[in-house]
């Protein structure tokens, strides 16, 4: 019964493959985000969807590729991985879309390209 | 564009002690304001939010902080915590629908 899930827990392969991870909530949630946490721990944006629709696109290589199938799920497709894409990435998910809406997270995928 | 300053990266302190985190904003507008605590190896939950109305703002694990406007601050403080307190704790500002997090203050509670 966890509120927002990310398969795989954690993710190891070669620099070159193509990779996704799935995040799914049951919190009937409208909103749903992508977020880099890197080795210093810095957590940035990439992406949100409403109602699957992308609402947020932040400076991200073209290689992702987020895909919201419906509301609860939002997965991302990574290509050609990179060393330097090593990271955690959290899913997390939101009421709605707004600015005072508390964000739920996931408990992150770690994500080790070699 | 706002941005998040936390002014110290590791507060190492004692069990039953008092804490203060220090969070700095910069925003030309007014904006939304958040703590949240990433336990070891967890994503991250929510402690605390200020959005309006009165600036002393109660969260949870006894945690609260004070949001001032003239100093741009938002400290999170506990006046006693406990070893379960140890964890990663993230400042962040709201707006135009995205979190922008500061880099973090590790807190290290030590018997």
């Known amino acids: 019964d966890t509120a927002v899930s990310q398969t795989p827990k954690y993710l190891v392969t070669q620099m070159g493959n193509d990779k996704s991870i799935k995040c799914e909530q049951n919190l009937g949630h409208d909103t749903m985000y992508w977020y880099k946490q890197d080795s210093k721990k810095f957590l940035k944006i990439m992406f949100s969807y409403n109602n699957k629709e992308l609402i947020i696109n932040e400076t991200v290589p073209n290689r992702f590729s987020p895909k919201s199938p419906d509301k609860a799920h939002l997965n991302l497709h990574i290509n050609s991985l990179e060393l330097g894409d090593s990271a955690v990435y959290f899913c997390?998910?939101?009421?709605?879309?707004?600015?005072?809406?508390?964000?739920?997270f996931g408990p992150g995928t770690r994500l080790l390209v070699l | 564009a706002q941005s998040v300053t936390q002014l110290d990266s590791q507060v190492p302190v004692f069990e039953e002690a008092p804490v203060e985190l220090r969070c700095n904003y910069s925003?030309?507008?007014?904006?939304?304001l958040f703590w949240y605590v990433q336990y070891p190896n967890q994503g991250l939950q929510l402690l605390l939010k200020?959005?309006?109305?009165?600036?002393l703002v109660k969260g949870i694990n006894g945690f609260e902080a004070e949001f001032n406007k003239s100093q741009t601050s938002f400290h999170l403080r506990k006046p006693s915590v406990h070893i379960s307190d140890t964890a990663e704790y993230f400042c962040?500002?709201?707006?135009?629908?995205?979190?922008?997090f500061g880099a973090g203050t590790t807190v290290t509670v030590r018997a």
């Open positions: 925003s030309s507008v007014s904006v939304y």
């Open positions: 997390a998910s939101s009421q709605q879309a707004g600015s005072q809406e508390t964000q739920y």
């Open positions: 200020y959005l309006s109305g009165s600036t």
């Open positions: 962040a500002v709201s707006q135009d629908y995205k979190l922008s």
